[in-house]
């Protein structure tokens, strides 16, 4: 074999590969959308099989050959075969770490999991998720102990999701976001409260969902390359390559605000997904890098810029066209303070953005706690509900709205959350460098996010898996990352509407 | 290997491949579904790798081997696994004998001409469909001359999707119908024309897709399991086993009837995949057998039930309920008489019962002249349009009610349609041997489906492709197959509506 050859089997072995994530990511999209109820056994069935199949490629003796002998020759690769074999080789010294069918029984149970999660929710009932949840956080563990003996669970996870974060990192980064947003909040809690009237209502599907896709069409979204589905919890997929990536919202009947900060958040991974450079479709390259760098991507659409006084101002005409009933009487600078409204609650997704990272943390906690086996899951709802007091001060009145808000663990994430914190802080700093050479309150004012997109496309996006995190960061912020910006951001916005 | 090794080794194989199936049929529903339109590039990426996959699987020595070690020994084998090894053996032999670079080429052709046929019926352009449709025929022509070049290339494609059919069969078939029908439908024309305008009017599509749920309910269709989407032509496929089944259907705004008639036709054929006997499941037995005997339930429960006096009587009040507005001052029988309105017209799948084999004759007709070379496919929407006059006496207006109007061409059906005919026969034969002991019209009358469908899965449905059609027809009928049930159905049925 020599270079060339092997540089065009990678190639193969990937476009392969790409084939089966695509078969993978609709069967997971099609369960969470539009399947009839009572088929999760009949995917769990062709999953098993297509994870089989590719765990059976991936870790082939054809395939270590073919690796090892690219890596023999490393120095003769460019920069991006150079990446593709060093991932690949990483992820198939994981992989095969791992006993095959523990694996295909991991998948298995994921989707009968999505299934009985769903039902749990439901019925509010806790008791219904644990015994899958328990296997599930056995799994986790199994598999750090398998890939990762030397280190702690928890830490084989959060680096899993975010390239070189561990337990350390996130307890001071965790410890300086609570020494300043606590007091932001007790201050907050004693000023004047604002009125968040003008989002609720009566607002019918159908016109929530015209409105989302208006939405998706300021950002920027192309509408021929992204779908928009309805799910119990919102969340974007790439299905195969960056050529077609779905984003899903949930539709609140008598808050339009929740589908509408949904539908820009997942926009905001989904222009991030769709924009990996073109020459990656079909590698190991395309799409994403990290959950944390995802997080910056979707949480800066939703936030930083979503719920921006010169965003609001400027979609304001839209959201009266989309309701003219429900807004009558109402401002655009109503509807920014509703949208901005601080206030401890119970569900995440539906949280501002000055206590969402105190909802992170009690993820966190309670992660942290069951993987290091000082916590059973059988104590998680209970545990949760003491968190949510202690952090927040609501009492939870019921598991739905509790322990089983989210589709995390029923999907066996476990260690994705903090992401969503340090995302958050990511795109703060990300804001504060883009400033520097994008007038960003004027694209916002005048609903052209080209200009936003364009830094965005240049400094993270195109890259896709080309860098690490922690690199790809470093360099398009110029600087080591610094929660600080995040901090300061939230103290003056914040402070500006409540007159604090 | 022993006998009990390689069956268990048969088992594996079926399984596995259906979860490609699962994910072919998936990807395909998708792309006619939700996704976004300008991903059908991405589909066929993948679409050609796992049916790429799947060939190889199939017909890999492996594969191979193990059916030839049960082959030679059939006698030691149940009836259903003799039946699984003649099945595989049958279809393995037919693919070794297309090469795969051609095999996949096609595929990708047909995401591809999807596409294509889609813009050109929106923009009633056959010219942009032209050069695809050339090369599907064309592959269809050589795909014939591969798996059996001692027969005429349309005779091989009839065989495919009607075990044993042939030209000369379909010719004699078509002849007898022609006899009766052309006559029906001239006395038909010189009587008191019947009033449909309670079917026309102003639906939306929220409530037609209601309603559509309802007759889904009615028919006995476990939601569950069988999902409905909207498509511009309705179909229906099982995803990976009985056991997730979708059907679709295509909402006019302006007649509640044609998609009231595409969800029971396709419901009809939901009804027969689903109810393959259990243990089918995952095997190469599963679904139906064969495009003829489909037929014969779609267009049993859309037109012997659903267009019947005693069922449109049961439905009248669910109608009037979903369409109050529409429906004041109209009877049941005004509907019964609207949905029997026989009139020569453009539309294949919006015809009548009568001049419905009209239609099918029309394509029957064209594509034996092109697989025999006697016709170009640059003169097809020249030739529709001819045969639209001469055999229904009509003027096509255009090639989007015209030779675009199907999706079969497209997909990459030639010598489908006849099944279409054929079924409709089947089905009243069916119905006439059905009558011996169950009480079709008060079931009807009732709405309760059971007892029929109970007949259908006893005699039909459970036996899945354990049988070739005709065996299993004779089996149903206890007698030969007699096209003057159907004949003698629509005489007496449509003399009486229209007095003549």
Redesign the interface.
């Known amino acids: 074999m020599n270079i060339k050859e092997a540089i065009s089997k990678l190639y193969e072995l990937q476009?392969?590969l790409?084939?089966?994530n695509?078969?993978m990511s609709?069967?997971y999209y099609?369960g969470a959308?539009?399947?009839?109820?009572?088929?999760a056994?009949?995917?769990a069935?062709?999953?098993?099989?297509?994870s089989e199949?590719t765990y059976k490629i991936t870790t082939s003796d054809e395939t270590v050959a073919l690796l090892e002998f690219l890596d023999s020759h490393r120095d003769e690769l460019e920069e991006k075969e150079q990446r593709i074999v060093y991932l690949a080789i990483r992820d198939i010294k994981e992989m095969k770490k791992i006993p095959i069918e523990e694996y295909i029984a991991y998948q298995e149970l994921l989707v009968e999991a999505g299934d009985t999660w769903h039902k749990a929710k439901e019925n509010s009932d806790f008791e219904l998720f644990r015994p899958v949840l328990e296997q599930i956080f056995e799994f986790n563990k199994k598999i750090a102990a398998y890939c990762a003996p030397e280190v702690h669970p928890y830490d084989y996870w959060l680096d899993k999701y975010e390239k070189g974060l561990t337990i350390e990192k996130c307890d001071e980064f965790f410890a300086t976001l609570k020494d300043r947003i606590v007091p932001l909040i007790k201050r907050i809690g004693k000023a004047e409260q604002v009125d968040d009237s003008c989002i609720h209502g009566d607002f019918d599907e159908?016109s929530q969902e015209k409105f989302s896709l208006e939405l998706m069409k300021i950002m920027g979204i192309?509408?021929?390359?992204?779908?928009l589905?309805t799910t119990e919890h919102p969340f974007t997929t790439s299905?195969?390559?960056h050529?077609?990536v779905?984003i899903t919202t949930h539709y609140q009947r008598d808050n339009f605000a929740s589908s509408m900060f949904s539908v820009i958040h997942e926009g905001g991974h989904a222009l991030y997904d769709m924009n990996s450079d073109d020459e990656y479709a079909?590698t190991f390259l395309d799409g994403g890098v990290s959950m944390g760098i995802h997080e910056s991507q979707s949480r800066f659409y939703e936030n930083l810029l979503g719920r921006s006084e010169a965003y609001v101002n400027y979609v304001f005409p839209k959201v009266c066209e989309c309701f003219p009933e429900q807004m009558k009487g109402y401002t655009a600078n109503d509807l920014y303070k509703a949208i901005n409204l601080v206030t401890p609650s119970l569900i995440r997704t539906e949280s501002d953005e000055v206590t969402y990272c105190l909802h992170v943390m009690v993820r966190y906690e309670l992660e942290k706690r069951v993987m290091s086996g000082e916590l059973e899951v059988k104590d998680l709802a209970t545990e949760w509900n003491k968190l949510y007091l202690e952090y927040l001060g609501v009492e939870v009145p019921c598991d739905r709205e509790g322990v089983l808000q989210d589709s995390h663990w029923s999907g066996g994430s476990v260690g994705y959350f903090p992401s969503y914190a340090l995302g958050s802080a990511y795109g703060a700093h990300l804001l504060h460098k883009m400033r520097e050479s994008v007038d960003v309150e004027k694209c916002l004012a005048e609903g052209n996010f080209n200009p936003i997109n364009e830094w965005n496309r240049e400094h993270i996006w195109k890259y896709g898996c080309l860098k690490n995190p922690d690199e790809l960061l470093r360099n398009a912020l110029g600087e080591e990352f610094d929660p600080m910006h995040f901090i300061k951001y939230l103290e003056e916005k914040y402070s500006k509407i409540y007159n604090i």
């Open positions: 476009s392969k790409s084939a089966y695509h078969a609709l069967i099609d959308t539009v399947a009839p109820k009572k088929t056994r009949n995917r069935h062709a999953l098993a099989v297509l199949e159908a192309d509408l021929g390359i992204c779908g589905g299905i195969g390559s050529h077609d779905r079909y």
